[in-house]
Structures are given as C-alpha cells and as structure tokens.
C-alpha cells in the first residue's frame, strides 16, 4: 500500500493523559498536512510542514499540541493532558509542492478522551 | 464564520439518475476547489477538482462546475451507483496557501 498510513487508528485515553499519532506520508511527498474532524463537521486544518519546516499553524494548536517532522519523513502528532474536547478524528495528509497539488488524505486515528 | 458552505446536509437519488451536489463559499481569494467522499470511520478520497480558470472539469462520471460570480460550485455524479453512497465535501484554496477549507458536508444516498 503506497498511500497515507496513520497509528494507531484507534485510541482511548483517560483525560489527563499524552497521546501520540504517527503518520507516514506517500513517499515521494513532502508536504505533510493535520487535520482534524469532529462529527458533522468537515475537517478543521491543523498545521502543515514542507519537508522537515513547519509553516503554518492553525490558532485550533493549543499549546498541548506539538506536531514534529524531524527528518523530513513521517510525523508525530502529540497532544499533552488530553481534555475530552479533544475527542475527533485526526487526519493526516500529505502532497507534492507543485501548483494546484492535490492533498491525499490518510484513513485517520480516532481519538476518544474518556 | 463558515467560508464554505454545503446547505443540504443530505440528498437521496435513484441509482442511474444523475447526483448534483451543491457548495458556496464567500471567500472571493479561494482560486482552487476540490471535491472529496467520505466513507465512515476513513479518511477523505480525493475525487476530482477545478482550478477558478476554469469553468468545467471532468472525470469520467463526476463533472465540477465552478460559477465564479455566483461563488457557486457544484459536482455532477451521472449515472449515480449504489458504491457513491458517502458522505462528499467540497474544499477550497487561496492561492499561494496550503490550508483547505472544507464545507460541513453532503450525505449522499443512492437509492437501488
């Protein structure tokens, strides 16, 4: 499978806790894009990175999200002290720097803070 | 403030009709639409997409038209098949900015 590939898809957490996704983009891509989504909404931007440089940042990263793409390759999402607002689907994206590049979506983590 | 709006929450068509999926946004800077389907518990799957240079693009059963004026899109499936049954949203781009926009959007049913 040569697409978007996200861990865990699935993850339950007690409130308070540090959680972790991992996103590893199609090779040849080096935009990687967050996204997250909540039921009946469609998905909210997070942040994206070109190669390892994080260009942008939504004001929906609190300060307990931190997003990281040390080499350029595969990202960490980690959200710290989860609250139960933090409950959604994040999705994970990525694309090549050319004019009117398409995103290609991952199939998601979904995070449940209980 | 929704720059991005799909109205119906949701449409049912017979299987064979032609599905017309409707999305507005106000943001006059947006120059680059797509358009995704969602299926339950997976990520969005790009399905097609029109640059504001156009007014019309197409792919094999799915068209995108674009009224710039009106700020007005909207995706034709035709026929329609009981695998398009999703959820689709439309997206928009500024130019020179990678964040998309996404509208709320469209359960589609495609009755057997």
């Avoid at chain 1, 390892?52 to 595969?74: C, N």
């Avoid at chain 2, 680059?32 to 969602?38: D, E, S």
């Avoid at chain 2, 640059?51 to 700020?71: C, H, M, P």
Wanted: charged share 20%.
């Amino acid at each position: 499978d040569t697409g978007v590939s996200q861990n865990p898809r699935h993850k339950i957490t007690k409130r308070g806790q540090n959680v972790t996704f991992r996103c590893d983009p199609i090779s040849e891509h080096n935009r990687l894009y967050w996204y997250r989504q909540t039921l009946g909404q469609g998905p909210e931007f997070l942040t994206y990175f070109q190669n390892e440089a994080q260009l942008e940042k939504s004001r929906l990263l609190s300060d307990r999200f931190s997003a990281e793409r040390p080499k350029g390759s595969f990202s960490t999402l980690e959200i710290q002290r989860t609250e139960q607002g933090d409950s959604a689907m994040y999705l994970c994206a990525s694309s090549m720097a050319l004019s009117g590049n398409t995103i290609y979506f991952g199939e998601g983590s979904w995070l449940t803070v209980v | 403030d929704q720059q991005v709006k799909q109205n119906s929450p949701s449409l049912s068509v017979q299987e064979g009709r032609i599905s017309i999926l409707n999305c507005d946004y106000t943001n006059s800077m947006f120059d680059y639409f797509l358009w995704y389907k969602k299926y339950p518990a997976e990520g969005p799957t790009f399905l097609i997409s029109i640059s504001s240079i156009k007014d019309k693009n197409e792919d094999g059963r799915f068209t995108v038209f674009l009224n710039k004026s009106a700020k007005h899109l909207s995706l034709h499936i035709v026929p329609s098949q009981p695998g398009d049954s999703a959820v689709y949203f439309c997206a928009a781009r500024k130019f020179g900015n990678e964040k998309l926009t996404f509208g709320t959007g469209t359960r589609l049913t495609i009755i057997p």
